[in-house]
């Protein structure tokens, strides 16, 4: 039998029941045998006493109850370098959730975000999403991550099998007022992009501008995009580098980047690699270059504290540190009763999911205030119909062209 498919099951509890994140790990190296049967090679059958047998097992675990509980899932890495982006999702939705589920819920019944573990996989999240909507009846996803993981299971999507709420790394062919089960919230990074090169060329007076960019698709669209914003204001990159994200080596392009001597740097990838090239730019001596990324290189000044340098990047949400805001005064609130006012740091993408989560969470209100059944259609409906509703003092105003929750006001948070 071929060990790639063998999972291994682990439990991660968030706060206190029932908010919890199911870790299922189908692609770990080891043996598993009580949960082997779940996952075989395609040439070795799987007998139906077999597959009941590791399916009542597993149902016993995830213990869902649907009288009980609106259940949202999730597959995301729980490993390797974006397992933190899913922690700080995570920590988000169920900030969000456990404020609600103190009070008694919704209609009674409690939120719950179930997590799978692909590990980056598209086929992974795949099989993740199909056994949890096939076998489980989840079929509202909230924060799933990853742009080939999410393109892997459109077609449920399209197919109006599952709802995708607020997934985490996009194409632009999502935004299409076609497909009518997704939903999009900060993940627009065209915009941000628009406004990094705005604020290189008219407030920095730059052009000497190299781009870093993760080999996928994500990284890949969005370089192409920001050469052809530059290229409509007379600007050629002095460099464009993709790296491979999963070996992440910046030997070379380091070199190559200093050649060249940018004035500045944008990344369009995750904190991770963008903090592994910088610390391997300032190794070789001070940085004069302006550093600078999309919202999902958040996390760069945190890694790199101890670091003299400059990093600015974009946001589409309020600084999570102003609580003028209701929304961002209640985001911290709620984030230091869920995680520890010890360990809770504020961040935009927190923030985010926080904001995202309280939508889904209004629609939920809305269901219930309509005396309707909490299903995937209802809560779309109730997103859809969403016009100018205050939430604290974010607003939430559906566009149905795009599919997005609120309209985008992009900043540059400077470093």
């Known amino acids: 039998m071929n060990q790639r498919f063998l ?62 509980e609106i259940v949202f899932g999730q597959s995301a890495p729980l490993s390797g370098p974006l397992k933190f982006n899913t922690k700080i999702i995570q920590d988000g939705i169920n900030a969000s959730f456990k404020k609600i589920n103190a009070s008694g819920g919704i209609g009674g019944k409690m939120l719950r975000l179930v997590t799978l573990d692909d590990h980056g996989n598209p086929e992974h999240a795949k099989r993740n999403t199909k056994l949890l909507s096939q076998e489980f009846g989840v079929d509202m996803f909230l924060g799933s991550i990853g742009t080939r993981g999410i393109l892997s299971v459109m077609p449920m999507v399209e197919g109006k099998k599952i709802a995708q709420l607020f997934p985490w790394g996009v194409t632009p062919g999502m935004r299409s007022s076609e497909i009518s089960n997704i939903v999009h919230g900060t993940s627009y990074i065209q ?68 050649d060249v001597d940018p004035r500045m740097i944008v990344f369009l990838s995750t904190s991770i690699p963008a903090a592994k090239c910088i610390k391997g730019m300032l190794a070789k001596g001070p940085c004069p270059i302006a550093l600078a990324g999309i919202d999902s290189t ?7 504290k101890d670091s003299k340098f400059h990093f600015s990047y974009s946001s589409s949400v309020p600084s999570p540190h102003n609580t003028s805001y209701k929304l961002v005064d209640d985001y911290q609130k709620a984030m230091k009763l869920a995680c520890g006012k010890e360990t809770f740091k504020p961040n935009i993408l927190s923030l985010s999911y926080f904001l995202n989560a309280s939508i889904v969470t209004e629609a939920l209100k809305q269901v219930e205030k309509s005396k309707k059944t909490f299903s995937r259609d209802t809560v779309m409906a109730e997103i859809e119909n969403m016009k ?28």
């Open 7 to 68: 999972p291994s099951l682990v439990l991660l509890f968030a706060g206190i029941w029932p908010i919890g994140n199911l870790a299922l790990d189908f692609g770990a190296p080891h043996k598993s045998p009580e949960y082997e049967v779940l996952v075989k090679d395609a040439t070795e059958p799987i007998h139906e006493k077999e597959k009941d047998a590791a399916s009542r097992k597993l149902s016993k675990l995830l213990n869902i109850d649907h009288e009980h």
């Open 191 to 258: 915009p941000q992009i628009d406004a990094l090169v705005d604020h290189a060329l008219d407030d920095l007076k730059f052009k000497k501008i190299a781009v870093v960019h993760s080999n996928g698709t994500f990284g890949t669209q969005n370089a192409n995009w920001l050469q052809s914003k530059l290229k409509q204001r007379g600007i050629t990159p002095v460099a464009v580098k993709p790296f491979n994200s999963q070996t992440m080596r910046f030997d070379k392009i380091i070199d190559d980047l200093l």
């Open 298 to 304: 958040f996390l760069v000044p945190e890694r790199l």
């Open 388 to 415: 100018n509703v205050d939430l604290g003092g974010f607003i939430a105003d559906f566009n149905r062209r795009t599919r997005h929750a609120y309209p985008l006001h992009v900043t540059i948070v400077k470093g």
